[in-house]
């Protein structure tokens, strides 16, 4: 049954049209909050979605139970808020753009319960500024949703209430790092803060605070409406659940589908996606959004888990790939990358102010045949100096994956440029 | 041209009013800075020096502590733009599928260089990063719109009244 095997996207039509309100309850929307509210403790609620084993699909897999569960909870007085991480920016990926645009409901249907698991009063979207038709959709569905009771005072004719506002960001990579966002919504710059404390015990204005991503969230209702054992059940690999993956750059077909996780990457890219573009071949790919370390043709067999991607040297991250073809430099692949890193580097730590920019001036001068072999290794020393532990959050870390991995399987091309200029 | 030379009066009372509105949903006036001076430049395209110390004065904050958040954001004009602000996608898959082109072609079209205004004040072209509809690539934004599969002729379409 489609419905089912796509919990996700089963409301997701190709016209972009949205799912209203009487769409989403017609194919069982609303249930799972019923579930909770009518049945669930906040406790049972978390266990619920550890037990089906949920990960964050922000990119870096955290437990969402287990997240939910660090909340304290102990006196019901004390405020505490419910984060949706919606500033979709990691070049390569479009997945929550297309759940927010095209099935608002589910997200908030997912926000209530997360938000009633963690006793959160209010919960705020964190919405990419420059997503104006996900604006308009989001706040047509939460007037919707409260005039049928599903949000603001006593929901359900419960004792919980809640209130979500959508905030609209401004523009800035380093808005999606989870404590730069807390500091983006308080109306700062949006630079990280140091960790511990960690939002769930002091977030967004000293209080506990859970940040989640969208399609995080969005699995949600379906967990608790379908139950543990079905979300189990829809996997293929090692982690749970489904979840979307995308393909863009030189194949038949860029997209986005909703698949089993551990589907393996060739299925991804031969199957959904189409193949290579008729003249073109795989060189490699960034298998989750341009933060994660090139993989190759001989690793297509890797099954999209967090812990295979692992072990076949890169990440998971958002499961959007991007394709490499032999027909696109990946030197200046890595240079448009880094280009990006460097200008979205919040600035806060010296690091990655100084580090980002100087693999940018090394890899020009690399590639206007100014570049010396030498090169090479700071580079490759400053893949380590920017690597994990030596910066305040992971921009500077997931900046340099790809760099490091093109110096390991497309040093060729480095030296090319470098005996060009000799010659 | 558009507010650079215009005297300013102060924030008009719709600004205030909606900037008042938001207050409701944050904990403290900081908070709403971000809202404040997108509301601002809403209403008059780019956020000019005293329009940020009249919303500092609003918000309680010194005028550098706002002069920080304003230039921290990629889509807080502190300079004018045109009426329509153009963002083309420079970010990997983009840049892979000819998005610096569309780049080029659109400055061609205004002669101008990227950030500058047209001569008639009605558009800027400014990069942008991934807009999150990379299997559309090359992708821009025209205003409030996404525009998907850019070739030249989207971009002449685009000023074709």
Known sequence: ??????????NIRPDRAFATLADYESTGGYQGLR??????QPKDVQQWVKDAGLRGRGGAGFGTGLKWSLVPLDNLSQTRYLVVNADEMEPGTFKDRMLLEQDPHQLIEGMVIAAYAIQAQRAYIFLRGEYHLAKLRLEQALLEAKSKGYLGEHILNSEFSLEIVLHTGAGRYICGEETALLNALEGKRATPRAKPPFPLVSGLWGKPTVVNNVETLCNVPHILHYGVEWYQGLARGVDKGTKLFAASGRVKHPGLWELPMGTPIREIIEQHAGGMRDGYTLRGFLPGGASTDFLLPEHLDTAMDYEAVAKAGSRMGTGAIIVLDDQTCPVKMVLNLEQFFAQESCGWCTPCRDG???????????????GCIEDLDTLAGLTRMLGPGNTFCALAPGAVEPLQSALKYFRADFERYIAMERA | MNGQTEKFEGLSLTEIREINAEMSHYENKTAVSIEALKIVQKHRCWVSDPCLIAVAELLELSPAQLEGVATFYNLIYRQPVGKTVIHYCNSVTCWMLGGEQVGESLCRHLNVELGEMSADGEYTVLPIVCLGACDHAPVAMVGDKLLFDVTEDAVNKIFKR
């Open chain 1, 1 to 10: 049954m489609e419905i089912m095997d796509k919990p996700l996207t089963k």
């Open chain 1, 35 to 40: 579930k909770a509210i009518a049945e669930l």
């Open chain 1, 356 to 370: 980002l920019p100087w693999t940018v001036t090394l890899l020009k001068d690399i590639i206007a045949g100014k």
